[in-house]
């Protein structure tokens, strides 16, 4: 699994998965519970690949922000979602240093480390053949492989 099939879905909690689509709608399975809906397009739902956090220079994927908590925390959860925003935001700065504190909104943090916990509770971020971290791997991989091809 990578992150093009992990979805947000605005006013639903948790995280969901792709199971198919069609031209009105789209069949997701909680990655909480595991019950299965039909989300209408109306709604706004983000593909986790396609969200990045805001740097100082340039925005910084999610799969990237999710490596630098795995290597952080040694592949251990990070901090509780519900903690104080001041916690919240000292343990980004531990981690990425360079994120731009004010277009990075607390909600954003709260959602970010419940994400992460709950992927890692699930065993997509640990190293392996389904994980995040080892799809990001691949296509970094594959990118540099292509610069030194067009070089």
Known sequence: ???KDILAISGKPG???LLTSSRSNVIV????NGKRMPVHAAHKISSLED???YTYE????????FEKIYAHTGG????????PSGELRGYMSDVMPEYDEDR???SDLRKLFQWYNLLLELGLLAEGE??????AEIVEESASEDNAEND
């Open 130 to 135: 389904d994980s995040v971290v080892e799809d």
């Open 29 to 32: 399975e909680s990655l909480i």
């Open 76 to 83: 251990k959860s990070a901090i509780d979602h519900k903690a």
């Open 104 to 106: 990075v909104y607390d």
């Open 15 to 17: 995280l969901y998965k």
């Open 1 to 3: 699994m990578n992150l």
């Open 51 to 53: 969200i990045s956090i």
């Open 58 to 65: 340039e925005d910084v994927p999610l799969v990237e922000v």
